[in-house]
């Protein structure tokens, strides 16, 4: 490979790099009021302030764990009308709620059990979201680039998940 591409990658994931910090740095500003903020809106919160950061992604929101069975669709952001519930073990989201893990799928067309909502996905990540060792949600964003996330989103989405249920510190 060209150093002219070795160089652009570096600098994308720099600059990727730079847009978590601010966006953690955001979140845990906004998640620190008083009074405290209820799960709901720092879901509502955090779906607006990481869509509006990253051009590809075409949704980004949050199923919520119902009964340890199923997900329920919590607030996003997107142009399409996603699926209202989905059951632990089906899925991108359903196998995260069930692995209770992070899954990065690069190319939606090769994962066997892939649940099309729209057809401009192209990638995707699910990230679980704990209170204490107990799944409250999973956040799901997809994007219209294959492979569009790797370890940085990962680690960075993990952490930001973190934040939903830290006491209020100022």
Not at 13 to 25: E, Q, V
Not at 44 to 61: K, M, P
Not at 92 to 106: F, S
């Amino acid at each position: 490979r060209s150093f002219f591409y070795v160089y652009f990658h570096i600098l994308c994931n720099l600059m990727k790099k730079s847009k978590y910090k601010k966006i953690y740095k955001i979140l845990k500003s906004l998640f620190n009021s008083n009074p405290p903020l209820s799960f709901q809106a720092k879901m509502s919160l955090s779906s607006s302030v990481l869509a509006c950061q990253f051009d590809n992604w075409i949704f980004c929101g949050f199923y919520v764990s119902c009964d340890k069975r199923d997900l329920e669709i919590g607030p996003y952001q997107g142009l399409i009308l996603p699926c209202t519930n989905i059951k632990y073990g089906a899925g991108v989201c359903g196998t995260t709620a069930l692995k209770k893990q992070t899954i990065i799928v690069n190319d939606v067309l090769d994962y066997a059990d892939y649940i099309s909502c729209d057809s401009n996905t192209k990638s995707e990540i699910v990230v679980p979201i704990f209170n204490k060792n107990k799944l409250m949600a999973v956040l799901d964003v997809d994007s219209k680039k294959r492979n569009d996330f790797d370890k940085i989103d990962k680690e960075n989405l993990e952490k930001i998940a973190t934040l939903f249920f830290k006491k209020n510190r100022k």
